[in-house]
């Protein structure tokens, strides 16, 4: 059984120790649509454990100032909005998907359907926690400058997508070292 995950809000976080606020990364070029120079932040709790608001079978760091709340159910193909994560100035959201079989570049792709018109999608296989997922980074037309980014993994019983989406570049900008912590971080917890 394959499941993805998506993260909105989820309650209270398990504290981990004090953090310093994430450093600003430095806006995208043309060349540099991954921003792979960006950082990840310092862990400041975790989210995803069973007395979390949002318990799932996968658990990943959080920085200073995010607060996590149950997902809102919302639906995509088969992915469910299992949690969102708030923090200045925007929100990681966690989807689960229950799809037997699912690979995370088909997690992503179902994801993508719901974001409605995007342009310049690009994929690319990445490192997620200790294993290997799938990335995806996008433009809304909509927004101009402004990239949305998630990430995929499939485990033995799952797929979790995590999503990042920013109204604006520079809440990019300052979202980006959370997500990048998230992408770092995730471990499943489901045997």
Known sequence: MSLVFATTACATAQPRG??????????ATAADTWQDQAAPAE???????????????????????????????????????TCTVTGPPTTLRAWVGSDPGSTPRGALERFIQGEGKITDPEYRESPVGRSTGVELTFAHPDTPG?????????????????????????AYQQALPAYLLAKQSLTPTER
Do not use: I, K
């Not at 004090?18 to 806006?27: D, G, I, S």
């Not at 402004?146 to 109204?167: D, E, I, K, Q």
């Open 18 to 27: 004090a953090a310093a606020p994430p450093t600003p990364t430095a806006p």
């Open 43 to 81: 862990p400041q709790a975790q989210v995803g454990t069973p007395a979390s608001p949002c318990p799932m079978p996968f658990t990943f760091d959080t920085p200073a100032g995010w607060t996590p709340t149950p997902g809102d159910a919302e639906s995509r193909d088969g992915l469910s909005a």
């Open 146 to 170: 402004a990239r949305s980014r998630a990430f995929a993994v499939a485990t033995p019983l799952r797929t979790l997508v995590v999503s990042l989406n920013a109204p604006t570049p520079e």
